[in-house]
């Protein structure tokens, strides 16, 4: 299926990408992955610039393919559950969305070389034809293909958009929330506080569990 490019939106997509992942390279912010406490330390030290700094950062590293864990438990500790949530859940949008952008506008031909011919990648496309929006939930919920490449892998699809970038979103949340409230539990300091937040990711982690299961046997049925 062919694509209408705008060449000046591609440009500025490219160019922003190069730039910011330049300028954490430069900056040695990739390095504090490896190191949870010393993430916290950076994010921490911007103040105000903080959410900023962690929302760009986790976007940036969703488009890389690196695991978000460390990123994701530090967001917890540095700005609690429900803040923490929101900022992660912006970073995700942002980071799966640029990468959708850029497998269907700017790196089409390499990314379709590559998986196009995989049977996961087969059954993502037929299922966007065929079930539309219910394998996005199927495939964010179930490993079935990594994270990270469904976010371009998607981008060779029919999918619109508007409609990978919000129910992506919505399908990651539950997870995300579990790691977040974990580590919003953890820096809370208060025991009651804590508790209530490890109940509510524990009863987050179950739901999410039996949707899991629900979905794969629907997935069975149908294949």
């Not at 997870?175 to 580590?183: C, N, P």
């Given at each position: 299926m062919s694509q209408k490019k705008n060449p000046i939106k591609i440009i500025i997509i490219v160019a922003i990408l190069a730039a910011a992942i330049f300028g954490l390279a430069k900056s040695g912010a990739l390095e504090y992955l490896k190191d949870r406490e010393k993430l916290e330390t950076l994010i921490k030290s911007l103040g105000m610039w903080g959410p900023v700094a962690y929302i760009g950062l986790y976007a940036i590293v969703t488009t890389t393919c690196i695991s978000v864990l460390p990123l994701t438990l530090a967001g917890g500790l540095i700005f609690g559950a429900v803040m923490g949530i929101i900022y992660t859940a912006i970073g995700a949008c942002l980071g799966l969305s640029l990468a959708f952008l850029i497998a269907r506008y700017i790196a089409r031909k390499p990314i379709e070389d590559k998986f196009g011919k995989t049977e996961a990648f087969k059954k993502i496309n037929e299922g966007v034809k065929n079930e539309g929006w219910f394998i996005l939930a199927t495939t964010r919920l179930l490993p079935v293909f990594p994270f990270g490449i469904q976010n371009y892998v998607y981008g060779l699809t029919p999918i619109s958009?508007?409609?990978?970038?919000?129910?992506?979103?919505?399908?990651?949340?539950?997870?995300?929330?579990?790691?977040?409230?974990?580590?919003?539990?953890?820096?809370?300091g208060d025991m009651k506080t804590a508790v209530k937040m490890s109940i509510t990711a524990s009863l987050i982690f179950f739901a999410l569990t039996m949707v899991t299961k629900l979905i794969a046997k629907k997935a069975k049925k149908n294949s």
């Open positions: 958009f508007v409609q990978y970038s919000l129910l992506s979103t919505l399908f990651i949340l539950p997870g995300t929330s579990v790691f977040v409230l974990l580590a919003g539990a953890v820096a809370s």
